[in-house]
């Protein structure tokens, strides 16, 4: 059975602060690696994509890869309230299908 | 554009009832997706179209049905649902061939009485 795995949370950061989600996955052959934003009764909305080892930084958001220990996490710098959501990480074998993770709920204090 | 929309927002429908969900993508995207999801879950997979023609179903059972008329478009034909079958419907696109960056649409939010 594919996994994804992620901590429910929820994680609580105060404003301001670095938020940092992680996710293992459980094929070695994945190839691509996606992080969602879910705000309650919403849709995902895609945030970042990232597809080969290292960081990837777009504004506040930075999603990090490590095949080696098939890991991959996101940081939220200077988190806002308007952060406050599920993120989903999602993995792909490179086929049609996406796993998705049960999701991690973070809330940002003010 | 990464807009995907979907009709109707909400629906609640009997289980003797017959219904379709719309959704339409002007992205240009090769692959559509229906997935269901349920409160505090993740997404599930139901269905995936590429180029218009059925390339996964994940087992889904046959009160579900559906259908990709164009590139553009995606139904999912609903009969004789159970109320276990209430959940938010989403679909998605994404650009071509392998479950790239996928976008979603809004969802409609189900409700089998």
């Known amino acids: 059975q594919k996994e994804v795995e992620q901590n429910s949370g929820p994680l609580s950061v105060p404003e301001g602060a670095i938020a940092s989600l992680n996710c293992t996955y459980s094929d070695r052959v994945s190839q691509s690696f996606f992080w969602y934003r879910q705000y309650s009764g919403k849709s995902p909305e895609l945030i970042m994509s990232i597809y080969s080892n290292g960081d990837k930084e777009d504004g506040r958001f930075t999603a990090q890869l490590n095949k080696a220990s098939q890991y991959v996490s996101l940081l939220i710098r200077d988190s806002q309230p308007s952060d406050s959501a599920t993120y989903l990480c999602?993995?792909?074998?490179?086929?049609?299908?996406?796993?998705f993770g049960a999701g991690t709920r973070l809330f940002v204090k003010a | 554009d990464t807009e995907v929309t979907q009709t109707p927002k909400h629906l609640v429908m009997g289980m003797t009832n017959k219904k379709s969900l719309k959704c339409e993508q002007h992205?240009?995207?090769?692959?559509m997706y229906w997935y269901k999801q349920k409160a505090k879950k993740p997404p599930e997979l139901m269905f995936v179209?590429?180029?218009?023609?059925?390339?996964i179903n994940e087992s889904v059972p046959s009160r579900f049905s559906p259908e990709c008329p164009n590139s553009s478009l995606l139904n999912l034909h609903l009969h004789a649902l159970q109320p276990e079958d209430s959940a938010l419907y989403l679909c998605?696109?994404?650009?071509?061939?392998?479950?790239?960056?996928?976008?979603f649409g809004p969802g409609t939010r189900l409700t089998v009485t």
């Open positions: 998605a696109s994404s650009q071509g061939a392998g479950a790239g960056e996928q976008y």
């Open positions: 992205m240009g995207h090769r692959a």
């Open positions: 999602a993995v792909s074998t490179g086929g049609f299908k996406t796993i």
């Open positions: 179209y590429s180029y218009e023609k059925l390339s």
